[in-house]
């Protein structure tokens, strides 16, 4: 069955880095562009960051762009977000999505939680 197994989150302090992982099976990897969302407590979601299927194009919030960067490696099924200088707006779940060419094809992992804090 689909799986997106998320790691890599917990308590940083401000300035500081974490490196998030998502695991996936289940599916042709290759052929799935992948995201990171966020959800901050009693906000909505919001899309983090985004590759495409060879890691060709990526695409940034506007909020992370310069701090944060997505990468894939197809051979391994995982997508990585190396998070920097990190501050308390960026405490959230983080959420891997996993989208194909379908719409059924549209898959979530169960969220890592990341908290900025001193």
């Known amino acids: 069955q689909v799986q997106l197994v998320e790691s890599g989150g917990g308590l940083v302090q401000p300035g500081g880095s974490l490196r998030l992982s998502c695991a996936a099976s289940g599916f042709t990897f290759s052929m799935y562009t992948m995201t990171w969302y966020r959800q901050a407590p009693g906000k909505e979601r919001e899309l983090v960051a985004a590759?495409?299927?060879?890691?060709?194009?990526?695409n940034y919030a506007d909020s992370v762009k310069g701090r944060f960067t997505i990468s894939r490696d197809n051979a391994k099924n995982t997508v990585y977000l190396q998070m920097n200088s990190l501050n308390a707006e960026d405490t959230a779940v983080y959420y891997c999505n996993a989208r194909g060419s379908r719409p059924w094809q549209n898959y979530w992992g169960q969220g890592t939680e990341v908290t900025v804090s001193s």
């Open positions: 590759i495409t299927l060879a890691g060709g194009i990526t």
